[in-house]
Structure formats: C-alpha cells, structure tokens
C-alpha cells in the first residue's frame, strides 16, 4: 500500500477509535428507540434475532470503536421495531408470578440428589404445562421455583390454581409437596430474555406471604379481576392483615396490601390464620 492510499486508512481508524466520536455516538444512541444500552450481557440474553446478532457483535467488534456504536445502534432499532410490530411494548403491564415448595431445603436434605432431581422432574410435568397452554411465559427456573408472567391477571390466576392441583398429584417417596405461589400485576423492566424492578421484587414479596402453600395476589392483581371472573374462578378472597408485634416486611412499601386466594374446597375445613404482612 502506497503513502497516498494509507492516509485515508490512517483517518478513518483514528476517527474509528476517537473518544469524542464514540462519545457521540452513544448519546445520539440515547435518542434512538429501543434500550439504549442494548449489547451489554443483560440486554443480548434470551433469543431474538436483534440479541443473536448483538452476541455475535460483541465478540467480532472492537471494543471503544465508532464502529462499534454504529452497529449496536442499528441493531438497537431493529430491536425496537421487532417489538412494536409484535405488540409487545418494553413496559407493558404484566402479571407476575413466582412459585416454590414449601419446606423443599429440609426434605431435599434428607432425601438426597436423586429423590430431589425426581421431584422436581416431576413437579415441572405438572406445573409447567398449565402456565404455558394459558398463554404464560416461564422467565426462570429457580430450583424448586418459577418466575413466569402473564399478559391477563385473570389468566394467570387461572393458571395457577391448577398448576396447584396439578402438584397434589406428584409423589416421591412417600413425600407430596405443597406449592406457594405469589401474584403481583405490574409493569416490570423487560431486559434481554429477565424481568427486572420494583413490581418484579413485590412479586416475590407476595409470595413470601403464603407461607404454608397459599395462593396469595397483591390489591393490583385483585383489583383487575371482576368480580364475575373471581366467581367463575370460584375463590374466597381473605386480606391478609398485619399482626400486633409483626415487624415490617424489607421491600415493601407501607401501604401495600395482600390477599389470600383460596379455592372453595380448600376453604371447607381450612382453619389457617391470617399471616402477618406488612402495611396489611
């Protein structure tokens, strides 16, 4: 390569690496639809085209290059763009639930690996399918738990008083497990393939709640259900109230209130207490 053909290759890999240029380029990224952090670990998780695309970026792209933000920026819009046309808008209201067993650790402790892989072998074959032929999507597996959400609180509440009848019928080793579930209805942050913020932390808050494995839903899901869709559930609704010496529950605000969801034949002969919860 001659002196003359170099220059202009010489310009562009010092405009290429120029901070001043980058810096431009990602607060003109800011100004773009879509997240304007797209391409980092969060972001790229999950499937979709625009995030393998990010992935394979990340690893062929330098890093702090003009070309670099250029390429992020046009895949940041295509991401935009997938999700306007799908109808799936970042901050959407959402209903979240989160579920695990009750006593899992201590049983699991005593009855080994195998018991344990079995069981929870088991319990995904009858959780999981209720949730996702209802339209559900299950964001994690967390050991004995599921995080999914739901587009329609009523849906989902469906969905969860028969992944719970479902559970009755999952035996290992003489050991049956009982299923806790939380349902909260918000608009969490949707990064990558996760769910993130504050309604996602009330979520698993309400289940903490149903401390011996109860159907336990936030004012926000209860208050978009009508009241012939709770009778066509055919549930007991019970709020739950906040005992005398019961400390404050981290994470929740004061005035957050809880019920418990109870189906009519769990209430027959049900002679549970209220718990304690926070602001209740």
Known sequence: MDGHSAK???????????????????????????????????????????????????????????????????????????????????????????????????????????????????????????????????????????????????????SVIAAREAVKSVEVDGYTPRMRVGVHTGRPQRLGSDWLGIDVNLAARVMERATRGELVVSEATLERIPADELAELGVTVKRLRRHVFASKQDGVPGDFAMYRLKTRRQFQGDDDEDEAVAGG
């Not at 625009?50 to 895949?75: F, I, K, Y």
């Not at 195998?114 to 209720?130: G, H, K, M, Y």
């Open 8 to 158: 202009p290759v010489g310009w562009l890999k010092n405009v290429n690496h120029s901070a001043s240029v980058i810096s431009f380029l990602r607060r003109a990224r800011r100004a773009l639809p879509g997240d304007p952090e797209f391409g980092d670990p969060l972001s790229v998780a999950g499937v979709g085209g625009p995030r393998a695309a990010a992935r394979a970026a990340d690893r062929l792209l330098e890093r702090e290059a003009a070309t670099r933000e250029v390429s992020l920026g046009a895949l940041q819009l295509w991401q935009a763009l997938t999700e306007k046309v799908s109808g799936r808008p970042a901050n959407a209201e959402q209903t979240l639930v989160f579920t695990d067993l009750v006593g899992f650790s201590a049983w699991s402790l005593s009855a080994g690996d195998d018991a344990t892989l079995r069981l929870l072998r088991r319990v995904a074959q009858a959780v999981e399918p209720p949730l996702l032929e209802s339209g559900g999507h299950i964001v994690k597996r967390m050991g004995d738990g599921i995080m999914a959400v739901f587009a329609d609180p009523t849906t989902a509440v469906r």
